[in-house]
C-alpha cells in the first residue's frame, strides 16, 4: 500500500506515551519538522491541520488502536497531550512503555 503499512505501527505494546509519540511523529511527517519541534501541548490547528487532514490522522490513528474513532476526534480533543490521554482511557492502556 504505497510504503504506508509501517507508519501505522507503534513500537512495543500500545500504551499512552506509544500512542503520544506515534501523533508526534505522524505530524511532524505531514508538517515537515523534525518530531523534536512538535509541542505536544499546542493545538492541531496552530500546526495548520485543516478538517481534511484531520480526518485523515484520525483514519491513520484508527489503524494503530485497531478501534473506529471519531473523524472529528482531533477537534475534540485538540492537543497531543489531550487526545494520546483520552484514548488511554478509552483503551483502559498503561500510561507506561513496558
Not at 68 to 96: F, K, M, N
Amino acid at each position: 500500500m504505497f510504503g504506508r503499512k509501517k507508519e501505522a505501527r507503534t513500537t512495543g505494546p500500545l500504551t499512552q506515551e506509544s500512542l503520544r509519540q506515534w501523533v508526534i511523529d505522524h505530524l511532524a511527517k505531514r508538517i515537515e519538522v523534525p518530531p523534536a519541534d512538535i509541542d505536544t501541548g499546542k493545538s492541531f490547528e496552530a500546526y495548520g491541520l485543516d478538517s481534511r487532514v484531520a480526518v485523515q490522522v484520525s483514519g491513520a490513528l484508527e489503524k494503530v488502536v485497531e478501534r473506529r474513532l471519531s473523524p472529528g476526534l482531533l477537534y475534540e480533543h485538540q492537543t497531543i497531550d489531550d487526545l494520546s490521554g483520552y484514548l488511554a482511557r478509552e483503551l483502559r492502556l498503561s500510561d507506561r512503555t513496558g
